[in-house]
Each structure stands twice: as structure tokens, then as C-alpha cells.
């Protein structure tokens, strides 16, 4: 009802100096005042799936993160603190009460794990390597959405990938513990730590 009306008094502003019905079409979303959390998660589900299942691998699913971590994620994207390629532009046409609605909307499905191919070989290691370096803060072998650290058990390999590259090259900010201990990790364990870590994620799959 709100959007009915104020669209209605955006054409009539629009008609007034003269701007085109396809222009206002386009920049209607963002006169969204008091849309519903899935009107506004319509606008993810094209990458994300409508369940936060995305549809490529590059493409992290997002359904069942925490709440902080999913909040404090979307702000980082848009004030540019966390490196993206779409997120930037996307997470900018948010308010934070959107944001929140957004996350509200996504932690209540289930994180579904992706089906994907590992080296069955490396899971073994991965898994000391895991929880000798990274479980304190991603507990249950990376499964573990109750604190503010992501989901790692099941998150698509690619998108691992670039955020350990991102990471790495100093691109994407980790805490000061956890950059300590991905130190260590490539120091003592080289590329291959990295590797079976990955291996030992994208296993757990159910
Ligand atoms: C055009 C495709 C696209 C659209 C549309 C899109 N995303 Fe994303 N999303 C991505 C990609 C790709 C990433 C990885 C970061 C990057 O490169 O931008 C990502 C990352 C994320 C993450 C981080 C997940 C994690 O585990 O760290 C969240 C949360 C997220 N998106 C939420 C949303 C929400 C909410 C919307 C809708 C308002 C949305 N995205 C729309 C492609 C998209
Ligand atoms: C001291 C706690 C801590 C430790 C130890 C830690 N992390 Fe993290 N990790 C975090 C937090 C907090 C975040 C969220 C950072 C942010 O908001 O950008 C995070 C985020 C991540 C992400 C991004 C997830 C996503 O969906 O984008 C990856 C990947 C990651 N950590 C990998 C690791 C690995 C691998 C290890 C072990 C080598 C590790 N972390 C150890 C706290 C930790």
C-alpha cells in the first residue's frame, strides 16, 4: 500500500519535470519504505537463490549465518572495509533496518551445504590442521553459525578460495588472532595446509 502511493506520488513529481516512466521503473526499489523481508530479499535471490542457496560457486550461500556475522558483513561491503565484486554496490542501497531485515530473513533457513567435489585424501589433515588452527573461533569443524565468524563446513570451494586470498594479501581484514594463526598455518604448512583445509570443508556436505 505504501509503495502504491508513493510510487503514485513519485510519478506525479516525475511527470511534473518531465522524467521518463522507464527512469522512475528503475529507480523504484529504492522508494521501497516498509517493504516486507522476502519483497526485499527478491532482489538476492537471482544469486543467492530465494533459500539462500546460491547459483554458482563464486557465489557464497547465505541462508542460516549468524545474525552479527550477516549484519556486520553487509555494512562492511557497502562502507568498502570488506572487498567485494557485487556486494559493495548492492549492500549501499540498504538501510541498516533493511539489513537487518535481510538477515532476518536468511538466518532463519537452514545453511545448506554444497554438493562439490575435495581430495578425499587431504580431509584427514585438513581436519588436524582445522582444529589445531581455526576452531577455537569456527567451532564444530567450521559448521558453527553461533558466534561472528561465517560458516566454513560446506561454503563453496571458489568462494573459500578468494576469501583466503583476500585475506592473505592483506585485501580483507581478519582479526588480528585469527591473521596470526593463518601465519602460522601457511609458515609451518605452506600451500598444502591450505589445500587439505579446504579438502576438509567442502567434505562435510550433509
Ligand atoms: C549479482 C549477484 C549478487 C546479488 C544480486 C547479491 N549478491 Fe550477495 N554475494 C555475491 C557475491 C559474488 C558475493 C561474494 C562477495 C563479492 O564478490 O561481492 C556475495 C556475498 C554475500 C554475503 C557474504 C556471505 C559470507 O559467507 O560471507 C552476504 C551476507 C550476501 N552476499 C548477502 C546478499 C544480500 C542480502 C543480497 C540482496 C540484497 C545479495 N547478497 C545480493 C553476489 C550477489
Ligand atoms: C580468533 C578467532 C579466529 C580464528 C582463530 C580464526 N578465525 Fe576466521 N574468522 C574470524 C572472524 C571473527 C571472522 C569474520 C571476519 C569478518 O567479519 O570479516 C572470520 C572469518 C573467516 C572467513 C570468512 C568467511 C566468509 O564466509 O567469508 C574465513 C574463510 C576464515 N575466517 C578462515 C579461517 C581459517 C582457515 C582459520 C584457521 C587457520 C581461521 N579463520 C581462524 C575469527 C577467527
Redesign the pocket.
Known amino acids: 500500500m505504501v509503495y502504491k502511493t508513493l510510487s503514485k506520488a513519485f510519478l506525479i513529481a516525475g511527470l511534473a519535470v518531465g522524467v521518463s516512466s522507464g527512469a522512475l521503473a528503475a529507480d523504484a526499489p529504492k522508494t521501497m519504505m516498509g517493504a516486507s523481508d522476502a519483497m526485499l530479499a527478491n532482489t538476492c535471490a537471482g544469486c543467492h537463490g530465494t533459500d539462500g542457496v546460491s547459483s554458482g560457486p563464486a557465489i557464497?550461500n547465505i541462508s542460516g549465518?549468524s545474525n552479527d556475522?550477516f549484519v556486520?558483513?553487509m555494512k562492511?561491503y557497502a562502507a568498502g572495509t570488506?572487498p567485494s565484486t557485487v556486494m559493495g554496490r548492492m549492500a549501499q542501497g540498504y538501510t541498516e533496518d533493511e539489513i537487518k531485515q535481510l538477515a532476518k530473513f536468511y538466518i532463519a533457513k537452514p545453511f545448506v551445504k554444497a554438493k562439490q567435489d575435495f581430495d578425499p585424501k587431504l580431509v584427514k589433515e585438513g581436519g588436524k590442521?582445522?582444529d589445531k588452527?581455526?576452531e577455537?573461533?569456527?567451532a564444530e569443524g567450521?559448521q558453527s553459525a553461533e558466534?561472528?565468524?561465517?560458516?566454513?563446513a560446506g561454503?563453496w570451494t571458489p568462494?573459500?578460495m578468494i576469501?583466503?586470498a583476500d585475506?592473505n594479501a592483506g585485501h580483507?581484514?581478519?582479526?588480528?588472532?585469527?591473521a596470526?594463526?593463518?601465519k602460522?598455518?601457511l609458515s609451518k604448512e605452506g600451500q598444502s595446509g591450505?589445500d587439505a583445509?579446504i579438502s576438509f570443508y567442502a567434505s562435510q556436505q550433509k
Do not use: S
Open positions: 557464497p549465518l556475522y556486520e558483513i562492511g570488506v590442521l582445522h588452527y581455526c577455537k573461533c569456527h567450521g558466534d561472528d565468524a561465517g560458516v566454513m561454503q568462494y573459500l576469501q583466503f585475506f580483507r581484514e581478519a582479526p588480528k588472532k585469527m596470526k594463526k593463518m602460522d598455518l591450505l583445509l
